[in-house]
């Protein structure tokens, strides 16, 4: 099974808040797990990834979590800037290279 | 700078024709991809390469094709066969144990 299920669809969050967005995935042989920034107009960027082999992963005021008996992982924004307000796509595939499946992404709109 | 240049920013078909969308990238990856973006409907992988001279579709290839001649370039065509070519194209790279660059993307319209 190749999907990646993500939600919520949108999220509006208040400056300072704690943002958060799961994702799911069906295929046991991924083991990579990027998240990637977009802002209008522009490529996605890389935000943070994570190996099935550490439960957390934090850079900064991102954060992933990684449960893979449940076979999810999610991102948590910390203390939440309107800068922050962007769509945000989860992605799984192999560490080695190759095709990644992406989530269907997150806009999230912080709010001043 | 080293990175994805995609080329042009806007482009606009007209009915029947194909137009080809440009991916230079200058990181010496050895893979690149493109893919389509519509709202709501996250990144869809139309092909792919990871060598030169070799390809293989992804998702939703029909109507699109490419060519990978050059590591540094993967042209992407869209031909009249896409009946609804409207959308934004992402083109990445990369290798093994590299996380995947994206280009900043031309948004294709029908006039």
């Known amino acids: 099974q190749q999907q990646v299920k993500q939600s919520p669809q949108s999220l509006i969050v208040q400056k300072g808040g704690i943002s958060i967005i799961n994702c799911a995935y069906e295929n046991t042989a991924f083991d990579y797990f990027p998240w990637y920034q977009q802002f209008p107009g522009k490529g996605p960027a890389l935000l943070i990834a994570?190996?099935?082999?550490?439960s957390e992963k934090k850079e900064g005021r991102f954060t992933i979590s990684f449960n893979k008996s449940a076979k999810q992982f999610s991102l948590h924004i910390m203390d939440s800037q309107p800068g922050d307000s962007a769509t945000y796509f989860c992605?799984?595939?192999?560490?080695?290279?190759?095709?990644?499946?992406f989530g269907q992404g997150t806009e999230l709109s912080v709010k001043p | 700078d080293g990175g994805i240049t995609q080329s042009p920013k806007y482009l606009f078909r007209k009915e029947g024709q194909n137009v080809t969308l440009s991916c230079e990238q200058n990181l010496n990856h050895d893979a690149m991809y493109w893919y389509r973006q519509d709202p709501g409907q996250g990144l869809r992988l139309i092909y792919y390469?990871?060598?030169?001279?070799?390809?293989q579709k992804g998702d939703i290839a029909e109507g699109y094709s490419v060519s990978r001649e050059k590591k540094e370039s993967f042209p992407l065509t869209v031909t009249s066969a896409q009946k609804n070519p409207t959308a934004f194209y992402l083109c990445?790279?990369?290798?093994?144990?590299?996380?995947?660059?994206f280009g900043d993307g031309t948004r294709l319209s029908i006039l």
């Open positions: 992605a799984a595939g192999g560490y080695q290279g190759g095709k990644l499946i």
């Open positions: 990445a790279s990369g290798s093994q144990n590299q996380p995947q660059h």
């Open positions: 390469s990871q060598i030169v001279n070799d390809f």
């Open positions: 994570i190996r099935p082999d550490v």
